[in-house]
């Protein structure tokens, strides 16, 4: 994940979710034989695969090298040998990757470098330059929603013409890459992103341009970001960026898409994952860990001999570390009638965090405020009353289109998921409810070389898996769907809210 979407507690207190606020509208759904035909040892299986993979290619499954194009075959030669109709959709992209680690450092007033993280598709650059806020920096910040600085022209006033400056830009209201757009068309030699500042967008955090940037740009936490900016006036830093973006000769990926061989092609279930790591690592529990659940469940719907009701179709999907490339490609090139066929999308990102908690995407915006197209609410519903009737908590995570749901919501398919956490830090709260290491990272291994097959919680990973696998079986085979007059599509669909893409990708 690109992708990792933060839970965002409501004033200091942790939402938990035992009880569902609205019932699913689709109706019950025996679950049982397929949970427990999707066993850990089945999903470590396949992750030992993508582990080998990995290692015999260099350490990486990124889109655009051999790793990536191992996975897809692996995963294709599965889906083939369990009786699915697959198809590989390629596309193209400008393939990125940092050739050194960021460095930003200060030097008027004189102190030790800060920590930072280049964002992707980010230029290369050696800028010593004075740093000046954005307009619209709220500091200190007022609860979410917060900040939209760098969302418009107006918010950096014009640049020095002499003298090399850098935009200092607070998280919140648009894509990363507007903000960077933004100052570099006001002149600025190159972008700090600073994290937001409310519980759950404090920490360091890397984000996405999602495609080749004019200057130079990294990130900063919020305690490092709004301190620069009280000393701005006075404040001089060096940035240091080298990375390599192939512009001219794009790199070539694919999405691996699998159909179940019955159900109504009408009304089809799109089941999704992303199959592609970071360059730095192996990326098994990001992704591997969504995909491994994904196709397990895939093999075991087949070796159960259950025939849907609706098409289920398992995406595999590639780039998305890159900015939700490889989702953006399948749903931009959607028909008008294929289009009219998907009645929701489930999403998998990162299902096996050492540190996890149990996050269902808040499809109905109750918790976090931003909510999905209609029948998202009875999705995150699904979840919290399987999870609830297991006697396990769950917490509600931000649906802010961060992962391979993002595009999917955005054409209006309602959609939701699970994820067990990425670079944020569990909460006192949380380690209350689950166990683990309060204030550590949900995965301290996110986006890095370890990564690697030791890096996932079993009980987790079982957890989710099952939760994954009723979701997928109740939508399957259910007789009702989400609208008044029970139908699983909307008769017309109205337009979807446009929501800015959060976190690594393009986020806000």
């Not at 759904?29 to 260099?58: C, F, M, P, W, Y």
């Not at 990486?60 to 697959?86: E, N």
């Not at 390629?90 to 940092?98: A, H, I, N, S, V």
């Not at 992103?193 to 900063?220: D, K, M, S, W, Y």
């Amino acid at each position: 994940m690109r992708k990792r979407t933060l839970a965002v507690p409501l004033a200091a207190a942790l939402v938990v979710s035992l009880v569902p606020q609205q019932a699913s509208a689709v109706d019950e759904v025996s679950t049982k034989k397929l949970r427990d035909a999707v066993t850990v040892a089945g999903i470590l299986g396949h992750e030992r695969v993508l582990q080998r993979i990995a290692t015999q290619n260099g350490g990486t499954r990124a889109s655009g090298t051999s790793g990536y194009a191992a996975s897809a075959a692996y995963v294709s030669s599965v889906l083939k040998k369990a009786g699915y109709k697959v198809t590989e959709q390629k596309f193209t992209f400008p393939f990125y990757r940092e050739l050194t680690p960021a460095q930003l450092t200060r030097v008027s007033p004189a102190g030790p470098a800060y920590t930072t993280v280049t964002y992707d598709y980010s230029a290369s650059g050696d800028v010593t330059g004075q740093v000046v806020p954005a307009l619209n920096n709220v500091l200190p910040p007022t609860p979410e929603p917060s900040s939209t600085a760098g969302c418009a022209p107006g918010d950096f006033a014009p640049a020095s013409a002499t003298a090399p400056q850098i935009a200092l830009i607070q998280r919140g209201g648009c894509d990363f890459a507007v903000k960077a757009a933004n100052a570099a068309a006001a002149g600025y030699d190159a972008a700090i992103i600073f994290n937001e500042g409310q519980p759950g967008r404090t920490e360091l955090f890397q984000g996405t341009l999602g495609g080749p940037g004019a200057i130079p740009v990294v990130g900063l936490s919020f305690e490092d970001g709004s301190a620069l900016a009280a000393q701005a006036a006075a404040g001089v830093v060096t940035l240091r960026v080298q990375t390599s973006t192939e512009v001219n000769v794009n790199a070539t990926t694919s999405n691996i898409i699998a159909d179940s061989p019955g159900g109504n092609p009408d009304k089809v279930l799109v089941v999704g994952s992303h199959l592609d790591s970071v360059v730095e690592g192996p990326g098994i529990n990001d992704n591997g860990s969504g995909s491994a659940q994904n196709l397990e469940i895939a093999v075991q719907l087949a070796k159960l001999k259950i025939k849907p009701r609706q098409k289920v179709r398992f995406a595999f999907w590639g780039a998305e570390e890159s900015g939700l490339l490889g989702s953006e490609h399948y749903v931009a090139n959607l028909s008008d009638t294929e289009l009219t066929t998907i009645f929701a999308n489930l999403n998998f990102d990162m299902v096996g965090s050492p540190n996890y908690v149990r996050f269902v995407y808040d499809g109905d915006g109750s918790a976090t405020g931003a909510s999905g197209p209609y029948g998202s609410d009875q999705i995150e519903s699904l979840f919290t009353k399987y999870f609830a009737n297991q006697g396990l908590a769950t917490d509600p995570t931000a649906f802010d289109g961060r992962s391979d749901y993002g595009p999917f919501i955005e054409a209006g398919i309602p959609a939701g998921g699970l994820f067990s956490g990425a670079e944020g830090e569990k909460t006192p709260e949380q380690a209350t409810v689950y166990g683990g290491v309060a204030g550590a990272p949900y995965d301290s291994c996110y986006h890095q070389a370890c990564d690697d097959i030791n890096n996932l919680n079993p009980t987790v990973l079982s957890q989710l898996s099952d939760g994954a696998a009723h979701a997928v079986l109740t939508l399957a085979l259910t007789k009702t769907g989400f609208y008044p007059d029970g139908s699983l599509r909307a008769a017309a669909r109205a337009a979807a809210p446009k929501l800015p893409f959060q976190g690594d990708h393009l986020a806000r």
